[in-house]
Each structure stands twice: as C-alpha cells, then as structure tokens.
C-alpha cells in the first residue's frame, strides 16, 4: 500500500513537470540565462568582434560612468521623467478605472456599446500609433490649451513640478487609452458584488455613498492592487517610453554598447522592482499571501 | 453612518457621481449617461481626428474653416500612405510574425496552465512565483543577451526569433496566459479528472479529450489577445526584425523617412498629418476589423476566464 503511494505521488510529479517542462526549459533558456548574462554584460566591457563577443569584467565602471558620460546624462534625465510622469499616470488611470468601470456597472441602454468604446484603445495602441496620434495632435492637447488650462499650470506652479503635469494633461486621452484592461477587470469585480447587499446595506439606511466607499471599493480592494501592478508594468514596458527608447539607442552607440546600456536596464529594473514593492506593501489585500496576487 | 444630516443638495451631489442601484432617479441617469457620452467621445477623438484628417487634402487641412468635415473626400492620402507602406507585403509579414506566435503561444500556455492547475509536484509554487516575475521583469533587462544569442544562432530578422520564446511560454505576456489558464482549469471540478482516470484515462488523454473541449472560451480569448498583443508589439520587434523584416508597426515608425524618399522629386506631394494619419489608419485597420468582428470575445473573455478570481 506504502509503495503504491510513493509511485502515486512520483508519477503525479512526472506528470505535471511533462505538462509544465517546456516552460521550464524555456524560462531557463530564455529568461535566467539572459538575465544573468545581463548582469555580467553590466559589469563588463562588451565588444562585439568580427569573431563573437569579447566580454572583459570591469567590476562598477559602467555603472559609474552612467553619472559621468554624456549618455548617461541623459538617460538619468529620461528615468527622473518616466518616474514623475508614472507619479501622476498611474492614479489617474487606476481613478479613472474604477469610475468607469462604476458607471458601466449601472443598468443602462448601450451598455455593450460603451463596453467596446472602453476596450477600443487596448485593440489598436502600439508605440508607433500613439507616437503618431501625440505628434498630429490627436492626444487632447488642444482640447486643454483651448482652455488656457496648460498656461495656468504653468504660470502657477515652479518649472520642475508644472513640467510632467502639463505633460500629463497634454496627453489625456493617451493616458485615459491605457486603461482599458483594467477597465474590465474592475467591472468583473464588481459584477460579481451581489446586489443583495446593497440593498441590504439601503435597509439598514446606507445611501449610495456609504454603498460605495463601504461596500464598493472594499469589493475591489484585491484587483485595485491587480491593476496598480498591471498598470505599472504596462507604463514600464510601453516601447515609446523614454527610458526604453534611450536603452535601445545606447545600446547601438558606440560610446556606450552592450555593457553600458545593460548597467541603465538594470538601474531601470531595480528602480521597477522597488515601485512595485512599494506598491505591494501598501496594496497588498490582506489576509492574502503572494499565490493570491494575480487571481 | 446615516446620511440624515445631509442637506438636499449634498444628496444630489452624491447620487450625481453614484446613483443607486435600486432606485436610479431620471436625473442620475441622465448625469450617467451625459458622462459616459463625453468621456466616450473623449476616447474617440483620436479616432475621429484620424479619420477626419486622413480624407483632407492639402487645401483642406491649411485652411483654418475646415475643422471636421473636409471640403471633399480626398483619398489621394490613402493612396501614397498605402504605395509607402507597401501595404499588401507588410501585412503578411505582420501577420506571419503575429498569427503563428499567438496561436502557438495559446497552445503551449494552455498546457502549461493545465500542469499548474491539476498536478501537484515539488516546487509548484516557486514556478508560479517565477512564472510571475517574468511578467513583472522589464523586457530590457534580459532583451540585449537574447539578442546575442540570437545573433549567434542567426535568427535575427526571422520570424523565428518572434515565434521561438512563444514556443516555450516565453512571448509577450506569456505569463498572463498561463495565469488565465492555470485559473480555468482550477475551476473545472477535479472529480471529472478522477472519474475520469477510474474509467482508466491517462493524464494526456485526459487533457485533450475533457480539458481542451471545457477551455474553447480560453483558447478564443487567449488567442485574440495574442493577436492583439503580437500586432501591437514594437519593441522587440524593432530589435529582432529590424529593417531585414519590418512589419506593420516599424513601417509607420519610419514612415516619414520612407515617405521623404519615395516622393523626395515632388514637391507638392510634401508629407503631411493627412498622410501620416492615414497610414496610421491602415496600420490599426486590422485590428479594428478583427475586433468589430468579434468583439464579444475580446469584451466578455476578460470575465468569462475567470482572471479576476473567484
């Protein structure tokens, strides 16, 4: 009978690891293999000769040079950009989400169709796109200039802060783009709110905004850090993003190269990593451990 | 907390922003509704602004009295935005490094989903966990060594450099994939797979013949937002492919460069937004198609996968 177990067990773990091997294999080819050149890349000189690469170890010195070269200048400039803009995106778009998705969650005629309005941008954004809509003006800068409401900005706040709102502003609807998963994902949520509650919560004598800082937002508690994370890395990994642009290009500078441009993704990747733990030890439902975050 | 000490008006601002849900007054709605309007507009201006644009011509788009509607409808943009493009040649070049991708990338995620929901082996939960990070790491970080290596194995501007990290649940938002997945199949009963294996059915027979079937939601869904996702992909793809095979998305990246070459003899065919808004239109026509089409699985397979949880 103990011998039949122990085979039971090995075999169920035979079985999973043959469903789940090719990730394995895939994750160590492609994932740790590559993440763990890069650190090396970072902490070396890289040539590429006629013949393959030529790493040398150089211990800090790319790192170093990010704060000395001009490349690096600008690439710390870029990253200072991305974080205060990611500042005032990433509520905008979390806020903006939840009332969305809120006002979808009503009985309304044309609610499909409001549904697909929502979605559209997720369907057709890509860097190129998005590029070109801000470049023609599509983004809503005019909507805002035509109101004098970016001069305002301007004219009443220090140069340093006023520069990333009026960009925020500027590209409104770019931002407001950007949220159409979480959009869905919110109005899930909250579909599944059975509405028994509210109407118990009516009895007991709870208006509508009781209802919904008590029963509403709590209901959403989980997928708001869901989306704070989702939103994060779709900010962080958008290919127009300062930050990636100034990576690739360093990357094919001669000045810098692999070695350089692999020390600012991993200044980039530990400066995410911390956001996200941030992020995570504020949002992070309680109750629930890591295995739950992404359900 | 009551609300009985609220004035009326504070009342009615609060139903202005909530409403309620059992008794949705005439003039909460009615604020619903203008809302959602607006903001709806708002998120189709671009849209419009593109199309309206686009159907200008060169007079038309100077001219300050011409706001929305042109003149005439000028479709000499469409024309040179479609010659630069090269339209009918990029798209099968898009589709080729966006449709196998997804697909493969959909059947593969599925297994591995299914491995992760309905066997239990040592170390599942460090898997997962990895299986997470991978979404949550930078592509940049680990994207300059895959070049390298793919420089190696000589597969820079091929397909097979967008197509092979799909093959092994590596593509671009595989770990979302498997997540939708490994949610799916947790929530068919477990009892199905005993009863299942009691008639003597193998674990593989078992996820082709009962898994595979229950999933087709999550297939659909997972293959649309492949779709979506590979089309829209820019990053590696400039990397990977390059100008050895652009697609779509590196064509209009470099369209006013293509653009200034082709027409560089004719000075009155200078590159303007209409053009440039126009090959922006053909380049998410695609899509739009696709999604107009089908849109209900885009929409509903958010819900229907159960990726919120339960």
Avoid: C
Wanted: glycine share 6%; no cysteine; charged share 10%.
């Amino acid at each position: 009978m103990k011998k039949h177990r122990i085979s039971r067990v090995l075999r169920e773990n035979l079985v999973g690891y043959s469903f789940i091997g090719i990730w394995i294999v895939g994750f160590l080819v492609f994932m740790l293999y590559p993440f763990i050149s890069s650190l090396i890349y970072s902490l070396s000189e890289v040539k590429i000769l006629g013949t393959g690469i030529d790493i040398q170890f150089q211990w800090f010195t790319n790192f170093k040079n990010i704060f000395q070269q001009e490349e690096g200048f600008a690439f710390v400039e870029a990253l200072i950009d991305f974080l205060k803009e990611l500042v005032f995106q990433v509520p905008i778009i979390i806020v903006f989400s939840v009332l969305i998705a809120v006002l979808l969650n009503q009985p309304l005629k044309g609610r499909g169709m409001f549904r697909s309005i929502f979605f559209l941008p997720v369907i057709i954004s890509s860097g190129p796109v998005i590029n070109e809509l801000i470049s023609q003006g599509a983004g809503g800068a005019n909507i805002f200039e035509s109101y004098g409401f970016i001069s305002i900005i301007e004219n009443t706040l220090t140069p340093a802060f006023a520069a990333p709102i009026v960009s925020v502003f500027s590209q409104i609807i770019i931002i407001f783009w950007f949220s159409g998963v979480q959009i869905l994902i919110f109005l899930a949520g909250l579909q599944k709110v059975d509405r028994q509650i509210y109407e118990a919560a009516r009895v007991d004598g709870a208006g509508p905004w009781e209802s919904f800082w008590k029963i509403t937002l709590p209901s959403l508690s989980n997928l708001v850090f869901v989306n704070l994370i989702y939103t994060i890395v779709l900010l962080a990994t958008f290919s127009e993003n300062k930050v990636i642009v100034s990576i690739k290009s360093n990357m094919f500078n001669i000045n810098t190269g692999y070695g350089m441009a692999s020390a600012m993704a991993w200044i980039y990747f530990i400066i995410i990593m911390i956001i996200i733990a941030i992020v995570a030890l504020i949002f992070i439902p309680k109750n629930e451990k890591i295995k739950g975050v992404k359900r | 907390m009551s609300t009985h000490k609220l004035s009326p008006m504070q009342i009615k601002i609060k139903k202005f922003f909530f409403g309620t849900h059992v008794t949705d007054s005439f003039f909460s709605k009615l604020v619903i509704y203008v809302l959602l309007i607006s903001i709806g507009f708002l998120y189709l201006y671009p849209m419009l602004y593109m199309l309206s644009n686009s159907l200008k011509s060169q007079s038309d788009i100077v001219n300050p009295v011409v706001n929305w509607v042109p003149t005439s409808l000028y479709f000499g943009n469409y024309q040179r935005a479609f010659l630069v493009l090269n339209f009918f040649p990029t798209l099968w070049k898009s589709l080729i490094v966006t449709m196998v991708p997804a697909l493969i990338q959909t059947m593969v995620t599925a297994v591995i989903g299914y491995g992760f929901a309905k066997f239990n082996f040592k170390f599942k939960k460090m898997w997962l966990v990895l299986v997470l990070m991978t979404f949550v790491i930078p592509v940049q970080v680990y994207m300059i060594p895959r070049y390298v290596m793919f420089f190696n194995m000589n597969l820079l501007e091929k397909p097979l450099s967008i197509i092979l990290p799909a093959l092994f649940g590596q593509g671009v938002n595989s770990a979302i994939f498997v997540l939708i997945f490994y949610q799916f199949f947790r929530m068919i009963p477990i009892a199905l797979n005993e009863a299942a294996e009691i008639d003597g059915a193998g674990p593989y027979y078992i996820f082709f013949k009962i898994g595979v079937p229950l999933a087709v939601p999550a297939f659909i869904t997972s293959f649309l937002f492949g779709l979506v996702w590979y089309w829209n992909e820019t990053y590696i793809a400039s990397l990977f492919l390059g100008s050895g095979y652009p697609n779509m998305q590196l064509r209009l990246a470099n369209f006013v460069s293509e653009y200034s070459q082709m027409y560089a003899s004719e000075a009155l065919l200078r590159i303007n937004e209409g053009v440039r808004l126009a090959a922006t239109l053909l380049i998410i026509l695609p899509m739009l198609i696709v999604y107009f089409t089908i849109q209900r699985w885009f929409v509903e397979g958010v819900e229907n996968t159960g990726i919120t949880g339960e």
